[in-house]
């Protein structure tokens, strides 16, 4: 089927390959094909994380799920974590003539949607192990792509790209939240089942496939690895060889902590925000739109201002910035339902959170060799994922323990380990240094 299709569509739209060039205009940059494929490749990637961020603890909590049992779901997201163990299968084989990144895309999404489908068709309050098996099979299927589009996109871009590129990606990524986040939530409220929910949010991955099928993927120099070994091997090798062992760790260890504290606030943002009395309405309405728009704008100015402070001095700034925020969640939690600090709380917190991301993303993206970009990275966004994925998973005993109020300072205090370790992975007066050198 893909190759008929190919035939029929494929020489619609073909991305011209990376080259160096002089510095674009803001309009040559922002209006190009290259920035066009970065907002479907962000799409399509964030919307199956949303689903278990916000859609899921909403569709459990109708069916009077427990709070354990909810924040345990946390774990289906194990293949987040674990997905650079996979990474050189991908970089090394490609299904027919399609490209080596493009034909691992399109079959993943057939698959992605019709997972969906299938996840939401359970009763959670009957079938929660067999969601469960489904929940980590879209989890594996959604670490996948991001695995391939994450290749796609740094061979897509040219180096004088990379920063813009990225930050539309991550805000196409944060976009899509508003899917499983708001609208599902809204249609819930409304009355429509979940099973048709399910069904309509599946249905928003197929613009992004028709796109990636009209596409030709971008003709690249690099070659892929010679043999299976050399795609395992070597890019753990090179990593560590580059930077060095002791430098190594630590950037590793940084990235695990960096996001640790306001990770863990969010991890069960939905269910707080329904114990303090809100209804899925109000937070598809006001949380979930304060917190995508809020993030987009921190992250779009994020990207902009890296241009004049570097790499460095944003993470120290930005991440400062993420850091500060997460005490508002506590003061919410003391306040209860009150809209106007529901919006000012989350759209604050997003912002935040979208300046610590640009940073972030632009760090990691850095840190990689463009020879082994997809192991490199999918090893990297891994370990930036195992916070989300594992030590959320117990968020539920927390609040179970120490109440909201409580948590939420615990979470400040964990976002601090991060910060402390800019001392070494991003010393201020290298400012303009990237790590990749």
């Known amino acids: 089927m893909f190759c008929i299709f190919d035939l029929l569509f494929g020489s619609l739209m073909t991305i011209p390959s990376p080259t160096p ?98 996840m939401g068709s359970f009763n959670p309050a009957t079938d929660l192990a067999i969601i469960s098996l489904i929940g980590i099979g879209v989890a594996f299927l959604s670490a996948s792509l991001d695995i391939v589009i994450d290749a796609y996109r740094r ?33 819930s409220d409304t009355g429509m089942s979940w099973p048709i929910v399910f069904m309509v949010v599946a249905a928003f991955l197929l613009p992004s496939f028709l796109m990636f099928m009209i596409t030709k993927e971008p003709e690249i120099k690099a070659l892929p690895p010679r043999s299976l070994n050399d795609a395992v091997l070597l890019p753990f090798k090179e990593f560590f060889q580059r930077k060095g062992t002791i430098a190594a760790l630590e950037i590793l260890l940084f990235i695990f902590l960096y996001k640790l504290g306001d990770s863990l606030a969010t991890s069960l943002a939905t269910k707080f925000y329904l114990d303090l009395g809100f209804t899925k309405t109000e937070i598809a309405i006001i949380a979930k739109n304060a917190g995508l728009w809020c993030g987009i704008v921190g ?35 003391a306040m209860g339902a009150d809209k106007g600090m529901l919006f000012f709380v989350v759209g604050a917190e997003s912002f935040g959170v979208g300046l610590g991301t640009a940073a972030f993303v632009a760090f990691i993206a850095s840190s ?8 490199q990275l999918a090893l990297l966004t ?9 030590i959320n998973a117990y968020s539920g005993y ?17 976002g601090v380990p991060g910060l402390l370790m800019l001392v070494r992975v991003a010393p201020w007066s290298r400012n303009n240094e990237t790590t990749a050198s």
């Open 368 to 375: 990689t060799h463009p020879a082994y970009t997809a192991t």
């Open 155 to 187: 061979e897509l871009l040219p180096d004088i790209e990379l920063g813009l590129g990225n930050t539309i990606h991550v805000n196409a990524y944060k976009l899509a939240g508003l899917i499983p986040g708001s609208l599902a939530l809204y249609l």
């Open 299 to 333: 992250g779009m100015l994020g990207g902009i201002w890296m241009i004049k402070l570097g790499i460095n001095r944003a993470l120290w700034i930005f991440g400062f910035a993420q850091w500060l925020v997460i005490p508002l969640f506590a003061l919410l939690a």
């Open 398 to 414: 927390m609040v179970d323990s120490l109440g909201w109020v409580n948590f939420f300072w615990l979470c400040t205090a964990l």
């Open 382 to 390: 891994a370990l930036a994922a195992v916070p989300r994925t594992v």
């Open 21 to 118: 060039s002089s510095t674009p205009t803001l309009k040559e940059a922002l209006f190009n094909k290259r920035m066009l494929m970065c907002i479907f490749t962000g799409f399509s990637s964030g919307l199956p994380l949303f689903v278990f961020i916000n859609m899921l603890p909403a569709w459990l909590n109708d069916s009077h799920v427990d709070i354990k049992a909810i924040g345990l779901m946390a774990l289906l997201q194990t293949p987040y974590v674990a997905k650079f163990l996979w990474a050189p299968l991908l970089d090394h084989f490609k299904i027919g003539n399609l490209g080596r990144r493009r034909g691992w895309v399109l079959l993943i999404h057939l698959a992605l949607m019709m997972a969906l489908v299938g």
